[in-house]
């Protein structure tokens, strides 16, 4: 695992200069640091100022990035005007990634920066992610990759080097809550960023709120869902929902698992 670290830290140093696509979540958050041990200022960690990312996920990336001296930046993205991305098919996330990485090849372009790279890792490969089309189309690099480490080895390096992420939940933009074939709006994913900034007020840490019109569905995770299925909750979340403009309030019993509306597709292209 050490020895993976070291040959990231090497390919990185032979980039010279580089922009990382950074949400803040565990993955790229250890990419940006690295790129920092490697590269110093020459290593740029950017956000999408976009609808789909919650505004916490924002300030979390902020504040990792302040804490260990990473230069920051943020940038405007526009998926929500592209119907393509709005109508939210199964590759939904390829329209969103070659947004966002046509506009770091902007940026990139203005300043002289001839590496793009994100933080996929080697696990990534064998789920359903339209997004790691994009980055071949714009020829983002995925370092993690290269170096062979997976989400586990990841987590134990960021642990070893002190970083806050390193036990960060699985995260994913708020898009993600919409089921295929439901249109992706501002107004929708910002319903699911309220509903999920309450489940965290109450304490839960791994969940999702999925969108389905009038009902929301509740997937939490295994080892919290027992705590979740109290008569007091209950009334809790019904009320919270409700409020939110749910009709209907629903606790799925097979608890959180990453990318649960993908389980309704069938043959898809996944290359």
């Known amino acids: ?10 390919a990185l140093r032979r980039m010279g200069r580089v922009i990382v696509a950074y949400s803040g979540g565990a993955d790229s958050a250890y990419l940006a640091w690295a790129a920092k041990q490697a590269l110093g200022d020459d290593a740029i960690a950017i956000t999408a100022d976009s609808a789909s990312i919650p505004e916490s996920h924002k300030r979390d990336a902020e504040a990792f990035a302040q804490q260990f001296g990473i230069r920051h930046e943020y940038v405007l993205t526009s998926e929500f005007e592209n119907p393509d991305y709005a109508k939210n098919g199964p590759d939904r996330c390829f329209h969103c990634k070659d947004e966002l990485f046509a506009v770091l090849e902007r940026v990139a372009r203005d300043r002289g920066i001839s590496h793009i790279i994100y933080g996929v890792n080697k696990d990534d490969l064998g789920d359903y992610r339209p997004g790691q089309r994009a980055a071949k189309l714009h020829e983002v690099q995925a370092p993690l990759v290269d170096a062979g480490l997976t989400k586990a ?3 134990e390096l960021s642990k070893a080097a002190g970083l806050s992420t390193w036990d960060r939940p699985a995260a994913a933009c708020l898009s993600s809550r919409i089921p295929y074939g439901t ?10 960023e309220l509903g999920e900034e309450e489940m965290k007020a109450l304490g839960f840490r791994q969940f999702r709120t999925r969108f389905h019109g009038e009902m929301v569905r509740i997937e939490i995770a295994r080892d919290e869902l027992p705590r979740a299925m109290s008569l007091d909750m209950a009334d809790r979340l019904t009320k919270i929902f409700k409020k ?6 629903a606790l799925d019993l097979e608890g959180y ?14 290359k």
């Open 1 to 10: 695992m050490q020895a993976k670290q070291v040959q990231l830290l090497e």
């Open 153 to 155: 080895e990841i987590r």
């Open 183 to 192: 249109p992706v709006t501002i107004q929708n994913v910002k319903q699911v």
């Open 244 to 249: 939110l403009g749910y009709k209907y309030v």
């Open 257 to 270: 698992r990453q990318g649960s509306l993908n389980e309704v597709l069938t043959n898809l292209e996944t």
